[in-house]
């Protein structure tokens, strides 16, 4: 039951951020709002950590299986995406080591704040 009723919060704030997309004039996907309020929630106390904590372990560990319908759909269009395969290579790999770089660089930042006495947050 514990974790049926964890599973119904992530939904409820899943339903919460669809609607914000609906509302709000912005180009930003529903799951962004979804991070931004459950993140929020977090944050604030509103939400403690153990109301989600095993549902939300339990989605991370699962998460490999979304994939599955994605790959198959790549795997069924190939003849559509064949004609343009170097480009979506290409344009993975500069997205990665781009993501990579700047993921980097903001970690190291972060760090060194923190060394310098900056707020750590536990």
């Not at 996907?29 to 929020?40: D, Q, T």
């Not at 939300?56 to 269009?77: C, H, Q």
């Not at 995406?81 to 970690?107: E, K, Q, W």
């Amino acid at each position: 039951m514990k974790y049926l009723l964890q599973f119904c919060r992530i939904l409820l704030i899943s339903f919460a951020s669809e609607i914000l997309h609906e509302i709000l004039p912005l180009p930003i996907p529903a799951s962004i709002y979804g991070i931004i309020v459950l993140f929020g929630l977090l944050e604030s106390g509103l939400l403690p950590l153990e109301k989600v904590r095993e549902t939300g372990r339990f989605l991370i560990e699962i998460m490999p299986v979304m994939f599955i319908p994605a790959a198959i759909g790549i795997v069924e269009t190939f003849d559509l995406i064949a004609p343009s395969l170097l480009n979506y290579v290409i344009t993975v790999v500069v997205s990665t080591v781009l993501v990579m770089g700047v993921s980097g660089a903001v970690t190291q930042l972060v760090i060194r704040s923190r060394a310098k006495g900056g707020k750590t947050h536990e």
